[in-house]
């Protein structure tokens, strides 16, 4: 938990680094020609079916703010969020209470039954754990729950045979 923890807290700060510097990049194209970039909105709204007295207002609108000029190229054409939400650390720390609660599904009977007792139990509850995550992502993302279901159990699965796999070699 700790590790992925750092992980994300790293990721999420780099995605912000390289957004940072994409932005300070675009800045500095837009400075350079804002008309080309006036001119590539126009034509995108022209194409998207607004009309041209609304393409007109939106050209004068970006001439008076530059900054909003600069948020709709970056959003549209490099696909990047200026400001975003959530910092590292509250990546960090939902990732590192997930990974925790996570981990401990599968260990937890072991503490509370026999060994035997424990394997079945923790088959069956991780199982079914995993079975209801892939039905949410479904639900979440409107895609075909059962599709999600399995798939998640698979690299669930796979996750745990590697580990096995993984602990043999290390052990042997």
Known sequence: AVSM????????????HRADALVQTARGR????????????TRRLLADGFSEEEVALVARAFARNPEALLDHIVALEIGVVRRPSASPWTHAVWMFVADLLAAAVPVVPFALFDI???RFVSLVVTGALMALLGVARGLIGHVNIWWTAVQTM???GAAALAGVIIGRLVSG
Do not use: H
Request: charged share 25%.
């Open 5 to 16: 923890m750092a992980g994300t807290y790293l990721d999420v700060q780099s995605e912000r």
């Open 154 to 156: 698979a690299i669930a």
């Open 30 to 41: 837009i400075a350079l020609d804002p008309d080309a970039y006036s001119g590539r909105v």
């Open 116 to 118: 035997e007792a424990a």
